[in-house]
Nanobody, 122 residues
Framework: EVQLVESGGGLVQAGGSLRLSCAASGFTFDDYAIGWFRQAPGKEREGVSCISSSDGSTYYADSVKGRFTISSDNAKNTVYLQMNSLKPEDTAVYYC???????????????WGKGTLVTVSS
C-alpha cells in the first residue's frame, strides 16, 4: 500500500523558514515523481514543486522560485521542501503526491498524502 505522510508544517512569521518532509512507502523509491501541492482557504489546489527520480530534474511554481527548494533522500524514502522567506500568501495546506507509474513531473500524480498546514503570520 502506497503511503505518503507529510510533516513539518506549523506557524511561522513572515520571512521565516520551514522544512516540510514527505515520508513515502509502498513503492519502489527509485522510479517516481513526487510533487508538493498546496491549497489555501477558498482557493484551488496548485502545484508548488516537483522532483523526478529519472534525472533529478526539479520544477517550481513562479510564485516560489528562489525561495523554495525540493530535494530527496532515497536512503530515507523522503522528499523535502525547504521553504525560505515565507510570505502570508504561502499559507495553505501542503500536500505531497507521487506518480508511481512513471517519473515525469509533466503528468498526474496517483497517490496523495493527507497534508500539513503551514500558516505564515504577517
Amino acid at each position: 500500500e502506497v503511503q505518503l505522510v507529510e510533516s513539518g508544517g506549523g506557524l511561522v512569521q513572515a520571512g521565516g523558514s520551514l522544512r516540510l518532509s514527505c515520508a513515502a512507502s509502498g513503492f519502489t523509491f527509485d522510479d517516481y515523481a513526487i510533487g508538493w501541492f498546496r491549497q489555501a482557504p477558498g482557493k484551488e489546489r496548485e502545484g508548488v514543486s516537483c522532483i523526478s527520480s529519472s534525472d533529478g530534474s526539479t520544477y517550481y511554481a513562479d510564485s516560489v522560485k528562489g525561495r523554495f527548494t525540493i530535494s530527496s533522500d532515497n536512503a530515507k524514502n523522503t522528499v523535502y521542501l525547504q521553504m525560505n522567506s515565507l510570505k502570508p500568501e504561502d499559507t495553505a495546506v501542503y500536500y505531497c503526491a507521487v506518480q508511481t507509474y512513471g517519473s515525469s513531473c509533466l503528468y498526474g500524480m496517483d497517490y496523495w498524502g493527507k497534508g500539513t498546514l503551514v500558516t505564515v503570520s504577517s
